[in-house]
């Protein structure tokens, strides 16, 4: 599985993406760390209440809620632009604007019950998808966002992205609820 582990070139993506890929330790296997990201996310959020899960660690920050909405939006259309770039799709992908996302989500107004069953629903498609590919699929390039993008770097910045909002959860919000 080498395809898996070894980290995508920098021409595989968009310099923006590089903090999110460079949180996939090298040489592992990303579809392993969405795996285990699912339980460290269900460690770190057991007994969480839902007025809890709307603490914001600053003004103008996103609540822990809005925080795993956006993680799941982010996962699906990274997601999405696997599916047709892996498809051989080569029409150029639109960016999206999470900042709209985020509000338009009404995360805060559902139960993080209902947010966290959401999540096992969009990780299981997620590693279904990926699982599904071919070694040579995670070599395809397509455009998301005007840049070049490969199968192989979505996978990476699906997990890395996920990884940069568990450390933020860990290091920002949890401490507050001490």
Do not use: C
Not at 16 to 45: C, D, F, M, V, W
Request: proline fraction near 6%; charge should be negative; hydrophobic fraction near 35%.
């Amino acid at each position: 599985m080498s395809y898996l582990t070894t980290r995508p070139a920098a021409t595989e993506y968009a310099p923006y993406y590089e903090t999110y890929i460079r949180l996939i330790p090298a040489g592992h296997n990303p579809l392993q760390q969405l795996r285990e990201q699912s339980a460290t996310l269900k460690q770190l959020l057991h007994g969480l209440s839902d007025e809890q899960a709307r603490l914001r660690y600053a003004p103008g920050k996103w609540s822990i809620k809005e925080s795993l909405v956006h993680v799941l939006d982010t996962e699906r259309i990274f997601t999405y632009r696997a599916l047709r770039i892996g498809r051989g799709d080569q029409q150029p992908l639109p960016g999206f604007d999470q900042d709209a996302y985020v509000p338009a989500s009404g995360a805060d107004d559902r139960s993080l019950e209902d947010i966290l069953a959401e999540y096992d629903a969009v990780r299981a498609a997620t590693l279904s998808l990926f699982g599904s590919f071919r070694p040579e699929t995670y070599e395809r390039l397509g455009t998301a966002s005007t840049f070049p993008v490969s199968v192989r770097a979505l996978l990476y910045m699906t997990a890395g992205h996920e990884a940069h909002h568990l450390q933020l959860l860990q290091e920002r919000y949890l401490p507050l609820l001490k």
